[in-house]
């Protein structure tokens, strides 16, 4: 999930920087180092997406827990992830 995540917010940022050109009406291939820039910040922002969607999920079903609720429904089909638990002494 990290990787696709990563690729398309890497897409999305080029494509981004590229739609920003056109609408200029400059070269598409002007500036290529921002074109690698807004990947890698395209990447790093779809990285982050996914640590704050897993943390959200894990914070809700915690919540729904100390109300006396069952998870939300399909969680463990669609995020596999769970709050890893704290060393015992």
């Not at 494509?15 to 598409?28: D, E, I, R, S, T």
């Not at 290529?32 to 910040?41: A, E, M, Q, R, S």
């Amino acid at each position: 999930m990290g990787l696709t995540a990563m690729l398309v917010g890497g897409i999305s940022g080029t494509g981004m920087h590229m739609m920003n050109n056109a609408l200029q009406k400059v070269p598409l291939s002007r500036k290529p180092w921002l074109h690698v820039g807004y990947f890698f910040l395209g990447s790093y922002i779809g990285q982050k997406w996914v640590e704050l969607e897993r943390d959200l999920v894990i914070d809700i079903n915690e919540i729904r827990a100390d109300k006396g609720l069952p998870p939300l429904v399909g969680t463990k089909g669609w995020i596999k992830y769970e709050k890893p638990e704290s060393p015992r002494i």
